[in-house]
Every structure is written in C-alpha cells, then in structure tokens.
C-alpha cells in the first residue's frame, strides 16, 4: 500500500473514524493496529523484521533501564555502607553489562540491515576481487533476498532510541505494544522521517481530540506534498531516466537538463512524500519532526545538509559524528594536528575526518553501490576541504574588499552551493560509478550545445504541454518556498485570508492534482525514498 | 448559528461545492454520450421484453446485425455491448439489464484476450456507469473496476482524461448536452431512423461498416503482423471470476448463457501457434461453469462459409459479413433450440488447418551491413501449405521495377544496393508450384539510405 493508491486513503478514512470514535484510551491502540495493517498490506511477508526490530530492542532496552534502576537502588540503599570503590565497582559492573547489551543488540539489528541490503554488493565484489585476481569467472552468490518495506528508517529511528536509553537520555519504554507503536507508525515508515522517542512517543500515546483547524492543516500539507509529487515528481522523472538510462546518447548540455531535473525531481518527491506523512499524521493531532528547509536556499553544502533529509542529518551527528569526535584517539589526531599544523587545524582536522565518516555512511545508507559511496565521499571532501580552505576564503575576500552583507553576494552562495550539490547529484543519480564519470566527462568535453537547440528536449519523454506544466509548478513552488524563506507559515497565511479567496486556492490545488497528475502512467511508481 | 459549529458548516458546504465543480467539469468538459448511452437508454426504453441479448464488446455490436436476427428468431433481440468491454463490465451492465428485461437467451461474445488481460480501461466504465440507473450498481462497479487497475481517480473524476482543444468545442459540447433530442433519447422515430443507416449507429446498440467505406473492407497485402503464443498462465483469475459472475447471473434471472468466439480473419488465428490449445482451455473454463462455448472460426461451410472481404480490419466483420453472421447464427440457434448436437458443425483444429490452402498474408524484415541487405520473408499459411518468395524492387528515381529474386522457398536473400538510393521492395507470396496470380499476397516497403 503506497501513500497513491487510492486503497490507502480509503484505508485512512477508516482508521481516522476509528480514531476518533472509539474511546480515547483506546487511540493508542487503534494506531498500532492500523500501522500493522499498513505494514502487512505493503508486505506481509518481511514482517517479521520489523517484529523482531521491535522485540529485540525493546527487550535490550528494558534490560538496560532495569539494570541501571537496579544499580540507583542499590546505591541509594546501602548509600552509608558502600565505599567509593565499591561504588564505583557497582557502576562498572553495571555499565559493562549495558554495554553487553547494548552491542548485542546493536550488532544483531544493524546486522539485519547490512545482510539484507549489502549482501548481494559484498557477494558480487568479493566474486570480482576473487576473479580477477585468480583469472576465474565464477558468478557471485546471489539471494534472493526481500527488503523489507522501510527498512533503513525504522532501523535507524529504533537504534536512536536505544543508543539514548543506553545513554540514560530517558527511561525505556515499558509496555511493548507501545514501543511497537513507536517503531511501526504508519506515515513515517517508508520514507521517514526519521523521528526521535521524546518528540514521537508522548504525542502516539496521549489522548487527542479532533480538531478541526489542525485537521485542515493536515490535509493542505498533504496536498501540497502530493502536488510536488504528482504534478512536478512524476513529469520530471521521465526526463531523468531518459538521460541517465541513455547517457551515452547525450551529450554535456543534455546531460546537464537531465541533472537539473533531477534536483528538481528528487526534492519535489521526496519532500512531497514527507508532506504528506507529516500531513497524515496532523490528522490523528501528532507532529513529527520536519525534514526539509527548502534546502536549495542554503549557502553552502554544510548548510544543504541541515536543510536535506534533517532527521537523517541530525541522526548522524548525533550517533555518528560526535560521538566519533569526541573520541580519545580523534582527541589525539586533534593534538597532533594542533602541534604540527597549528591551533586552528587542531579543531579543523578532526571535524574533517569526522564528517568524511559520517557521509561515507550517508553514501552507504543510500543503497548497495559504488555511486552511492563516491556521492557521499563527495560531499565529505567538499565540506571538510571549505572547512580548511575558510581562513583563505575569509582573507581572499577581505583583500577583494567583497560586501559579504548584500543581496548579490547571498545570491552568489546559494548559486555555488547549488552548483556544488548538483555535481554530486552525477554520483548520486547514475547508474553506476562508471556512468557518472562517463556523465562528468561529457558535461565538460562533449557539450553538444546544438542538442540543446534541435528538438532533443522534446524527445525526452514530455510533450510540450508537460514542460509548460511542470515549468508552471516549479514557479509555484519557488514563489512558495521564497514565502517561506521570508518567514511566512503558508497555512497560518491562507487561514488570514477571505474565505472566498482560501477555498479558491484550495480549488485550484485540488483540481491540479486531480488533472495534472503524471503518475497515471506509472500507478505502481511510488517514492523515490521507500526503496531505502 | 452557534460559533463552534460555524467550521464544520464551512467544511460541509466545501465539499459540497468541490462535488458541484466535479459535476459542472464533467458535463462541460466530457464529450457529450456516445453509442454506449444510446445503448443503455433504448435497453431502458424497450415497451417490449427482450428476448435475446448478444453482450460483450465492439464484436457483438459490429458482427451481430440484431434487425435481421429479430427477423430470423422471430422474438425480440437486442445488442448490448459496451467498445472494449471486459468480462467484469459485461457482469454490471448485465446486473443492470436484469432489472429491466427478462431475456431468455444471453450471448456474451469473446475474444482470447478477454480471458489475459489485467483490467478493463476506464473509459469503459465512463461511457457505460453514468448511465446505469441503479447508483450501488454502478458504486459496485467503480470500486470492482478501479480495484483491478488502481484508476480510481480516472473513474472518479471523467474529465481528467479530456484534453479541451479549443473553448469552442466546449460550447459545443454544452449545446449538445441540452439539446432535447439527446436529453430525451430515444424520442419516437429516433431508433427507426437510425435503423437506416447505411453505416454508422443502427440503434439496437449495433453499428454497420459499410464495405464500401473507405475502411470498410480489410486489405489482406502490405499488412505486416507477426506469430504469436497466447500463455494459457497469463489467464487472470479475475476474468475467470467475473464469467462465472455472469453465469450465476445469467441462472439467478432463469436466463440461457453461451459464450461465443465470433470469426476473426484467418490470419489472427493462425498466427497464434497455440490458439486451439488456448481455445481448448477456454472450453474446459466455461464447461467448468456450465456455460456453452462455441468458436465461430471453427464452423463448418454448410453452417457458415467465411469470406475474406467480411472482415473491416483484422477483427471486425462489415455489414456484409455481419449480415451473413447474422443470418448464420441465427440458423445456429434455431438448431440448438430444436436439440441437435451442434458439434457437428464444428471442424477439429485439424480439419481447420487442413481448409486452410492458401497464403492469408506475407511481410518481411531486413537488416542493413553497409550497402547488403538482408531481406527475410515470412508469412501466415495453412500447415499443408509451403510458400515461395519473390522479391521485387522499385527504384524511386527511376520508377523502374526489377525482380531481384525470383520465387524461390528460401525465405531469405541478400543482395548488394549499392546501384540504389531510393528504393521500394516488395515481396509477393504463393503457395510452392502455384501460378495463380489472384491468390499472390505481397508486402511493400521503402527501404532508403
């Protein structure tokens, strides 16, 4: 069941009346069984991951917090008769149990997740060292292995929550279905985002009552999400894979509509589909974490990824980035560099090869291929390296006497970090590692401007009706997001406005979808993101 | 009004609205009613019982002439198909003639591709719901037809499949919409004028192709095709469902069912290499769901005797052939009303091919290696019969023709073009030895540098 098909909403219609029908007390509930339902209609047979997801880490979880309130008591009861050594003993003996825990699960779910996703990419380039290194030809082991339906997100969301009970953030949740509630919630599950337990948990669990306003609300984000997803999405994803499936039929100019459509086409589906499970779930009266802000708006690539997939971003830097820069030995890389390179690269260094992990991961989370880790190194480098080049940005425009304050030079910033994100996007999007080279190479050797004249655009896949549309969207969408960027809250706008003039927009948006849609063509297409 | 209650009142009356907009879209921008309207509203409008109804698709509203089957059954017959009809909307639109006629006798016709495909377009559904008169009938068979395909939007809101080419056609449309004549339809002498068409609508829910229309007679030569299989695995369970649906319909309403593959031109049938095995098991289906099957294709000369220019285009008969079909098949029900055996008149899928003694249609492919050509003919025979190609070319700057093979049963030849820039090349077809030059079937093509 995808958030498109019309099985869903109608699926939706149900859930919501019962929702709000049935007792209070009983939401909860209602919630987690609609989720499984959802789950079960989207694949019944991968259910069982998120079963055992849900088991293992609510039990290694509820070990820990009973491990720690043993060890509280413990030290609170014999507080007069323990010596600190026999205080400290306690807490050691504790936290090396928790950290027996803690790993076993960790290691048992991440597992999980690398086996079924990176098996088949070990398998094909281990089989490939090995042949051509022995001059074999012996076909990798392959599984035939089902990806079950949000994998990467519930994941990550679950191992979130246990890294912070491990950390004693807060206490583990006690009562399973609840928990389960946490991991399964519907609208986030395939494609995020990727939601925190103290920021999800109380609201799933609290009582709600209906409320109009924020009902509203939900519905014009899940309109805007599916007009970015099936007016611009579905139109602009024809042009993409003709490009990128024939690249070599292109040359750079048409390479480079190819790669501006898919910066168009991937944040309209993505941040599309993150409406409208950011809608849905306004309509049971929750808020979840927002993930996009306007990202194209940002004035360096640092900035793009805290404007990007945020809950992703804000995942890594959590788990992953500093609790890898706050390391002993990265505390040392940061010494020596200090000693050697100066006080400034001291802090710089270690930051750098924090974040070449941190995207290195990214890269890998992305999927099973080598495209996806060069994209990620990609943006490592890009941000480590204007991370030690900024004390020679800062004197180069001090010397060029540059006004940093104007309009010009912010436009000139988002411009570059555009460019800069969109040369990722030749790793990103391609087939094959190879194919973006091929891709790079053609955009700087092989221009074939003509292509760009003689009719080539209109064999890619639109009619010229769908160009007029989709150009017609993409205006909507950047008077939108320049609204936004100027601080102001579309809805709380349109809710200031007359009623003939909110219901007129409203009209319009609804009978655009309903008649500009593109993804007729392709029912089955969901989004981009629910492959991961 | 109290305050609280002023929201909910708002999003009542703009739902309301939004539902008015949909109706004021699909009157404006859907193009007035077609056949299937007119179908529906005469099956309402019958002062009479309808005795006999052939149902399906574009086959039963092309191949059966219902004026001369009334004259032929003496009782009262009627043509209810629906263009590109699958068997799910034959069941609902069925469901809906039940409830206003009592017929004895239901024909379905079909064709192999009934029984594979995956779901019924919906413009099927558009052109045949907004006119049931029964709203859980047709609420039925929106979720049953969408659930098949996911096209809930496109049944749901009609307009979105139209492009509008220009505000006058709009107006147009409006006009036609109001005007009396297709609000009221059928109005007294409306069906009575039609019913002298020559071609075009005959009312009764049948249309003529008149064989002398431009289209209204299939050209056997320059028509390219290619051999197939039909996947007995490829037959949807759903389609299967939904027959034995209308079976139980057909029981429920004390009603006789057949199911009935009309002719199709010779060459759609013996391009399919498996098509006996997969007729075999569409009678094997419908024996399971006690329904009588018959294939047309199958009938023996004293019954039926087939003619190549029945046909319009490769599956539908013209008036002539549907006024001899007609004629045939309504001797064919005579004599099963009597009892008789009627497998008897039918040949084996042996006896078929063995008729079948000449070539029904030839083309060829070519591949180009710098200036040699290879040319490889192929065509559509009976099994006992060996064809011989001739390959001729046309040189268009010239206008000269030269044989460039003579017949020979290698289907293949390669010859240099370097002479050639502009050239046309055709390849004629007869059976091995035979120098009638009627039953010579060819395939032209350009093929330039």
Redesign the interface.
Known sequence: MSFL???FWLFLCILISAYYLLPKKLQWTCLLIGSYVFYAFSGVKTIGYIIFTTLSIWIGTVLISKINEKKEKELIQKKEALTPEVKKNIRTLAKKKQRIIFWCVLLINFGILGFLKYFNFLAENITGLFNLTTRNKIGPITLGLLLPLGISFYTFQSMGYLIDVYNGKYKAEKNLFKFALFVSFFPQIIQGPINRFDKLANQLYETHKFD??KF?YGLQLILWGLFKKMIIADRAVSVVNQVFNHYDQYGGGITIVGILFYSLQQYADFSGGIDVAIGIAELFGIDMSINFKRPYFSTSLSEFWRRWHITLGSWMRDYIFYPLALTKRMSRVGKLANKYLGKRMGKVIPVAISNLVVFLVVGIWHGPYWHYVAWGLYNGIIIAFSAIMEPFYVWLKRILKVNTECFSYHLFRILRTFFFINLGWYFDRANSLKASLYMLHNTIMNFKLNQLTDGTILKLGLKEFDFKVLFVASVVLLAISVMQENGIKIREFLSEQN?AFR?IV??VL??AI??L?AS?RN??GGFMYAQF | MHNSKA??F??II?VI??IM?NYV?TFVVVPKGDISRMTMREMYSQAENIDVVFAGASLSQRDINPYIMDKELGCKTFDYPFDYQMFIGTYYSLKELFDYQKPKLVVVTTEQTNFTTKGEKPIVYLSTAPYMKSFFNEVQYYFAA??Q??????RL?P??GYHVASIQDLVKNIYGKLDPSYTNYPQSGQVEAFANNKSGYIGKGAIKVNPSDSKGTINYDNLKSSHDNRNISDIQEQNVEYLKKISELCKANNCKLILLSPPAPVYQVLRVKNYFEFDNEIAKIAKNLNIEYYDYNLIKPELFRLKGDYFSDGEHLNSQGAESFSESLANFLKLRQKGEDMSKYFYTPEEYNADINYIAITWYKFTKNGNEVTLTADSIHGTKVTPEYQFVLTDLETGKQQIIRDYDKNPTFVFDSTAHKKYNIRVNARVAGSNNNDSIRYYEEAISK
């Open positions: 098909q019309f099985n109009l306003k509203e009623l219901w409203l009209y609804i009978l309903i008649s849609d007729s029912l089955l | 929201p909910w708002r999003a703009f609205v939004f907009i879209l969408s659930a395909d996911g096209s809930y939007l496109d809101f307009w979105r």
